[in-house]
C-alpha cells in the first residue's frame, strides 16, 4: 500500500506556470508507474500524463502535449507535473495515481492509489 499527497495547486492566469508535487509515504514508490489525473467540475476524470516506473517513458495527453512535463525523483519518493502555458481549459482538481503495471494506462481503473487531490485555476 502506498499513501499520495498532492500539492503545488493555485490560482494563476493563462500564460502562467506552475508545478505540481505528490509525495509518497513509502520508499516502494520507485515500483510503481505514476500517473497525473484531472477532473473538472461535470465532467469525467481524464488522464493528462504518466510516467513508467521501469525507464522513466513518458506518456501524455494530447491536450497538455509541448506544454506539461511529468517526472519523477526516486531517492524522495515525488512525482512532479510541470505545467506551462496554462489555459482556462486546464481548470480542474489534478490527482496523482499510483499503478502496478509497467506500462502506462490512461484509463483511472488502472490506477490503484490515489492521493486527495489539489485544485489548479486559471482564469483572467
Known amino acids: 500500500q502506498i499513501q499520495l499527497t498532492e500539492s503545488g495547486g493555485g490560482l494563476v492566469r493563462p500564460g502562467d506556470s506552475l508545478r505540481l508535487s505528490c509525495v509518497a509515504s513509502?520508499?516502494?514508490?520507485?515500483?510503481?508507474?505514476m500517473g497525473w489525473f484531472r477532473q473538472a467540475p461535470g465532467k469525467e476524470r481524464e488522464f493528462v500524463a504518466g510516467?513508467?516506473?521501469?525507464?522513466?517513458?513518458?506518456n501524455y495527453a494530447d491536450s497538455v502535449k509541448g506544454r506539461f512535463v511529468i517526472s519523477r525523483n526516486n531517492a524522495e519518493n515525488t512525482l512532479y507535473l510541470q505545467m506551462n502555458s496554462l489555459k482556462i481549459d486546464d481548470t480542474a482538481v489534478y490527482y496523482c495515481?499510483?499503478?502496478?503495471?509497467?506500462?502506462?494506462?490512461?484509463?483511472?481503473?488502472?490506477?490503484?492509489?490515489w492521493g486527495q487531490g489539489t485544485q489548479v485555476s486559471i482564469n483572467s
Open positions: 510516467i513508467s516506473k521501469k525507464d522513466g517513458r513518458t
Open positions: 495515481a499510483a499503478s502496478l503495471p509497467i506500462d502506462i494506462y490512461t484509463a483511472p481503473a488502472q490506477y490503484s492509489y
Open positions: 513509502r520508499d516502494t514508490f520507485q515500483y510503481f508507474t
